[in-house]
Nanobody
């Protein structure tokens, strides 16, 4: 199992930036990839971005392409989400999640960090 701890959330005005961090511990050698998801009030959790642990391949939701950048630091077992040009609709709890080798889904989740974008 992988333990994940997110940080970096907060309140920002529209157009501003935030950088989220996620530190992984435990069975990090089994990580295939890490991803960011978010859940806004009254909505289902949705995919934001992901990065593969070895090759660094990235994927983004259409709603964040060109504004958000996901990156990883294998030495620190950490993944980051740089969020620029934030919009009020980006307001949500952001979760970091790990996908392990041999799995088709993200099974380990952090506790989440709140991001609030004011208009």
């Amino acid at each position: 199992q992988v333990q994940l701890v997110e940080s970096g959330g907060g309140l920002v005005q529209a157009g501003g930036s935030l950088r989220l961090s996620c530190a992984a511990s435990g069975r990090t050698s089994r990580i295939f990839g890490l991803g960011w998801f978010r859940q806004a009030p009254g909505k289902e959790r949705e995919f934001v971005a992901s990065v593969s642990w070895s090759g660094g391949n990235t994927n983004y939701a259409d709603s964040v392409k060109g504004r958000f950048t996901i990156s990883r630091d294998n030495a620190k077992s950490s993944v980051y989400l740089q969020m620029n040009s934030l919009k009020p609709e980006d307001t949500a709890v952001y979760y970091c999640a790990a996908r392990q080798v041999g799995s088709t889904r993200h099974e380990d989740w952090g506790q989440g960090t709140q991001v609030t974008v004011s208009s």
